[in-house]
């Protein structure tokens, strides 16, 4: 279904004034603050054929219109002006985050503080780690029913572990299989130490009584326990600030859903390219919780092979352009002060990554 040029304007200026208001907007005031150049009766028109085709929605019979998902997508795919920050609000961005980052812990729990300070809505970080391997084994015999597994990763972390067996095992057992791990175990990932390595290994050393895969077991712990980003969220509480949060059981579920972890975005998915911005509105999101929500997220580089993912949580009624542009200044200052890269620039905007295509739709 084509959308009319004019159409697209009026669509724009409805988003533009309830993202100014959160009011329902009427033609009355389309007519009066945007410059459309129509009539009331044109405008109110064109109102109805929007929510027709899916882009509006009209919340009561006397109400004016609102944006739906749908006409959030075309407005940021298409509609949205991508904001330019000036020299002056550049330079004192600049200076509020030179200030931050030189009291920045590099955690991630900072990260996400500082960007929900410079953006008024909650605020989550991730940050990927760079994939590990075990170096060196050490099991170490300490009784017949106990022995201790002693790991070095490549990034020279130390994890250990106490084993207590229902069973006797002797000490050249236990010197067999740390050989046999450090020959085999070695310098693989997670995805190399398979259910085939583990019973030639178990086999090799006449391992009766399942200690391989004890060892193997803590060695895929240790390595997935390395790999997982981690997460933090900040600023639930400035939800309630927003208008669309005013019931209190939507604001509780939604914060309660960020506080535990929930996801933000789909598992393994966020480490784009650095300093590039995405958006997922409304039911692009990936649980139930955030289906009334909207996600803007931005990566960086902070060096040494290691990604970060910096991003808002708010309504879908939110300044894309704006938050999208505070995303990726911050994006790039953490990754010139985390790893190298450059400095935001004066009129830097946001670059775009659209999740979800309504080509299809027009």
Do not use: W
């Amino acid at each position: 279904m084509s959308i009319s040029e004019r159409k697209k304007k009026i669509l724009a200026a409805v988003v533009d004034e309830y993202i100014r208001t959160a009011e329902p907007v009427g033609s009355k005031v389309l007519a009066e603050r945007s410059g459309l150049g129509c009539s009331s009766a044109t405008i109110r028109n064109e109102l109805a054929e929007l929510v027709n085709m899916g882009y509006l929605e009209q919340p009561h019979t006397s109400a004016g219109r609102v944006p739906t998902a749908l006409g959030y997508r075309m407005y940021v795919n298409e509609l949205m002006q991508k904001q330019k920050l000036s020299l002056e609000e550049t330079e004192e961005l600049n200076s509020r985050l030179e200030k931050k980052l030189s009291e920045l812990d590099n955690t991630i729990e900072g990260v996400s503080r500082l960007a929900s300070q410079l953006t008024n809505y909650p605020a989550l970080a991730l940050s990927s780690r760079s994939r590990v391997t075990i170096k060196r084994f050490d099991i170490i015999y300490v009784d017949a029913n106990t022995f201790i597994i002693v790991t070095m990763l490549d990034n020279n972390t130390v994890k250990n572990k106490l084993v207590h067996l229902p069973v006797s095992v002797d000490e050249e057992m236990v010197k067999k299989l740390s050989t046999m791990f450090n020959a085999s175990f070695t310098g693989i990932t997670e995805e190399e130490i398979t259910p085939v390595l583990i019973r030639s290994t178990e086999r090799a050393a006449d391992d009766g009584l399942g200690l391989t895969s004890v060892i193997a077991a803590f060695a895929l712990e240790v390595l997935t326990s390395e790999s997982t980003p981690s997460a933090f969220v900040t600023g639930e509480n400035r939800l309630l600030s927003q208008p669309e949060f005013r019931d209190p059981d939507k604001a509780h579920r939604l914060m309660s859903y960020l506080s535990g972890g929930g996801y933000v975005l789909p598992p393994g998915e966020g480490f784009e390219d650095s300093n590039e911005v995405r958006v997922l509105i409304g039911s692009e999101n990936v649980a139930e919780e955030l289906k009334d929500s909207s996600v803007i997220v931005a990566s960086y580089d902070a060096g040494d092979g290691t990604k970060g993912l910096i991003g808002v949580i708010g309504p879908t009624r939110m300044d894309y352009s704006l938050i999208a542009s505070k995303l990726s200044f911050l994006a790039q200052g953490l990754s010139k002060r985390l790893g190298g890269g450059d400095a935001p620039v004066e009129g830097m905007h946001n670059k775009l990554i659209i999740k979800g295509d309504d080509s299809d739709q027009r």
